[in-house]
């Protein structure tokens, strides 16, 4: 992430969401989703309590995550 802020495309890992997300870069190099998380959140029908794995991906559009449920 070169920017300081941008877009952060998130889907599920079967594809069935997909948000674009805002974030925004820190002094301390950390990055922060600052919008689009909680509706991201909502159409994966995640739950409090389940376990998932988190994966970035780079492509041609550049940084993707993707979210899967184990």
Known sequence: MDADHGELPITTGDGTAAVTARFIKGVDKRATITEGWSDFFRQAHMNEGQVYAFTFK?????LCLIVYSI
């Open 58 to 62: 780079c492509t041609s559009k550049g």
